[in-house]
Each structure stands twice: as C-alpha cells, then as structure tokens.
C-alpha cells in the first residue's frame, strides 16, 4: 500500500512537470473596500402640540417638552391652531440646516402632526419619528416620508379616538397601541404619563446614533394592550426564525419582551407550539436585535 501511494505520487508529480499551465493564474479581486463609519446625523428639532383647550387639557405636551430641553434637544410646544404656520417654519428650517425632524402631538395636536407631516412629504422632506397620543378621529393617514410612527390612543374615546393608519406601500416602521382596556387612562391623563415621557426621551436620544435601515423587513405592529400593563414603546417588529427547542416563552424571554406581545402580533395562544424554521414576529426598538443572538439557545440534542 505504502509503495503503490508513493508510485501514484510520482506520477501525479511527473504529470505535472510535463504539461505545464498554459495560463497564468487569475490575480484575486481586490477585496471591497469597508463602508465608510457611519456619521451620527444632527440633533433632531422636536416640534410638539397641544390638543384643543390645550393649556388646560394638553400640560402633558409641556411637561415633555421640559424634559426633552433638560435633554439637551431643540424642543418647542405650540397650539395646534397655528398648526401649518409652524409647518411651514419647519420646512424651511430643514432647507436652511437639514437636521431630523420629530412631531409629536395630543389629540388635535396629534391631527396636526399628520398634518405637517403631508406638507413635508410635497417638499420631499423627510420625517424622523411622528408620535401621537390619542389623536382626533379626522387624523389622516401617515404619508410616505414618515419614517418612524407611534399611536398610543384609546379606541372608544369621543375626544380622541384616532386609530391612525398608514397610506398604502408605506415601508417605515409603525406601531399602534390601543389603551382602551385600562381603566386608569383617559383622553385627559394619557399625554402625562411619565413612563410615555420617559421612553420618548430615550427614543429622541438614540435617533442620530442609528445609521440608515433597509425599512424592507419593518413589521407594522398593531396591539390592543392588556389592562394595567405599562406600555412599552417599540417601533415596528421584525421576523425572525425558530430554533429547534424555541418556546414562546424562551423567544419573549430571550428578547425582554412580554410574552403577551408575541401572541399578538402573531395572532397565536400564548402557549402555542413552535416549528423549526417557522418564522415568527418579534417586536423591536430602534436597534434591532440581532438575529443570531435574538433566540433563545436550544438544548443539547439527548442521545
């Protein structure tokens, strides 16, 4: 054996010494050079707006607009009156000096958020993050600029009620939170919760730190939250696979998000049996999870 290996490699050596390449050997491409670091954008310019009444029945959009300023961010509130006055201001501040607009309004302050987002979108002129809180019935649907949009409203409210929509082939990330089950929260209070602020504060604030997203697999998300559950502000939802010994409990638990969410949004029991390879939503923020790092890890397979 040990000879007939040696004679097979001799005369593998001996053909190749007799017929020579007749071609030079392809250089290998250049490798891609890296994509440039991405630069963080400019602070956003917050806009935010009161409801009708709204010193009296909107303080929630003032105290929010402290918090924003405390933050360190251009934060300014208005009547929601003088709502295409300030939109036009708006526009032509972006022209001057680009920088990521944010709307953010209380019942008809929620319609003019809309509102001055549909001015944007005819000067081409994009929109960071609309948020509205319990908008007027009459509030349009989100225009194709906007780039990130949150509804928290109550869907039995006479005052607000708005259960906002996106136009058709709208790729950006949406989410709607319909409070309605807790009794605690009404058209008056909802703007001022401090847990709402708290979270739109954290949401501004990573804004310029995330760099542009393919909006492809931007999952809308539409949830009727369960009564005395804090609401938890994600942007949109995102597919991910299932792994062998992946449980709705493991997946809400890997992810740190209530396992009442992924019931919802995939229309599924909550103790529902899973699939290798089936594909199930998950909700995010800003930063998306990475997938490989978003499940739970399976079990050792048992032999």
Not at 40 to 64: E, H, N, Q, V
Not at 124 to 146: E, K, M, Q, Y
Not at 198 to 216: A, D, G, K, S, Y
Not at 238 to 256: C, F, H, K
């Amino acid at each position: 054996m040990v000879l007939a290996a040696v004679a097979l490699l001799a005369l593998s050596t001996g053909t190749a010494v007799a017929s020579p390449a007749k071609t030079k050997p392809t250089a290998a491409a250049p490798a891609a050079p890296p994509p440039p670091p991405f630069e963080p954008l400019a602070l956003p310019k917050i806009y935010l707006f009161r409801g009708a009444m709204g010193p009296f029945f909107s303080t929630g959009m003032d105290r929010l607009e402290e918090k924003l300023t405390q933050a360190g961010f251009s934060a300014n509130v208005y009547e929601f009156t003088i709502c295409r006055w300030i939109g036009d201001r708006a526009i032509s501040s972006y022209k001057e000096a680009p920088a990521p607009i944010v709307l953010i309004g209380h019942s008809m302050g929620g319609l003019c958020s809309v509102v001055i987002s549909e001015m944007a979108a005819k000067e081409n002129i994009p929109i960071s993050l609309v948020i509205t809180i319990d908008p007027a019935h009459a509030t349009g649907d989100v225009p194709l600029n906007v780039e990130r949009f949150i509804n928290i409203f109550l869907s039995d409210s006479v005052l607000g009620g708005g259960n906002v929509v996106a136009v058709p082939g709208y790729r950006g990330h949406y989410a709607s939170y319909d409070l309605k089950e807790n009794a605690r929260v009404s058209h008056i209070n909802i703007e001022k919760s401090d847990d709402i602020h708290r979270q739109i504060v954290e949401m501004v604030t990573q804004l310029p730190r995330i760099p542009p997203q393919t909006q492809v697999d931007a999952v809308p998300l539409r949830y009727l939250v369960p009564a005395n559950t804090l609401v938890e502000l994600w942007d949109s939802g995102v597919r991910l696979p299932v792994r062998r010994g992946d449980t709705m409990e493991s997946i809400a638990a890997a992810n740190r998000v209530p396992l009442w969410s992924l019931a919802q949004s995939n229309s599924l029991p909550e103790n529902a049996p899973l699939t290798p390879g089936q594909t199930i939503i998950v909700p995010r923020h800003l930063a998306p999870p990475e997938p490989a790092a978003a499940m739970a890890v399976p079990p050792p397979a048992r032999r």
